[in-house]
DNA sequence: CAGACCATGTAAAACGTTACATGATTCG
DNA sequence: CGAATCATGTAACGTTTTACATGGTCTG
């Protein structure tokens, strides 16, 4: 049980839909878990049967009919319940790096290409989580917001993501940088035409 | 197709059995990649069947015997193949930054144990990546490794390993700092002894 | 009326985790 | 001789990904 907990946890700033929740599970929650809409659809069945959740149909006019989700006293205590309880460590899994890792092996230009776009994809999420971060806080400055705002819990998640996507940037961007200029200088065991 | 590749570059840099393997899984490549010993097994007997890597009996006397791969041309090509495609933006999971999502809504205390927990952690991480840079660039500084150096890729993986450990062990003592201030302060809606 | 977005799923395949199982060899 | 480490798996179970499927409503 694990996407369980992180569903319960994104309800919890107000009512959802399966829909609302797969853009928040894009943006918001995109930090720390990710899951496909299906996902989240399978999700919200399993957990509204298990009395975690409670849905309601919502007559639209403008747009199909939905149903929207909100977190029961039940689901509350599953929560407190898993966040009383040690997990493991967090886990990794980046293609991009298991190709940097073999990069002495192989061509490193496409490697180097998708640092780079990385480096800005990177950038460009920074930026949406600094939005996110402006809109959390509203008018109040962030220390000010941290010492004394009502929900601080998706403020210093959004925080991490920013804080990582800086890095990440930076990483990409020297570790392109640094494999161009090896181009020319260092040959490699690379044999061009050897792959099909 | 995931685990066949970062298996594939850790066998880049010489012959390794299964147990070996799962040991740099453990360290090395623990920065992008996580397997336990039984996928390692099984993946080592897919890739050797497909003919991406070659294996070898090493009989031993001090020792129960073990079956050493080493990667085939076909196996470079491969990853070679892999790296020319873009694969989609890593991902993370995280337990813990579900937990401080949840925070406002629940009692504090253990997150703020684990927060404090897992930056000591975080600390250790980064010290075994420290070693290991400098035992992969021997008695090399830095810069002249990465201008000159053969095997410059599993340096700049463990090089972002030590961004990010660092990176989280600030986070997580900053958040645990930051929530243990609040705890006198700033009341919660959390209402103790409601969770069973 | 086509394309974009809203809204919700089913089914199969691939992948990962957990529990269990076995046996060799060394060290204290 | 018990514990630690080396060495390699099988089987059951749970989770995630991919492909497919459907239909409403609005905007240009």
Known sequence: MALRHAVL???LDGEHSGYQLAKVFDTAVANFWHAVPQQLYAELTKLEEAGLIAGRLVIQHDRPNKRVYTVTEAGTAELERFASVASKPSFIRDDLLVKVQAVDHIDPAPVIAELEERAVQAA???G???QLLLFLRQDVDEDTFLREGRRIGPY????RGVLFEHEHQDWCRNTAKLLRSRLDTTPHDHVPGQAH
Chains 1, 2 share one sequence.
């Open 128 to 130: 949406i989580f600094e």
């Open 124 to 126: 460009a999420k920074a």
């Open 156 to 159: 210093l998640t959004c925080l």
């Open 9 to 11: 946890a994104a309800l």
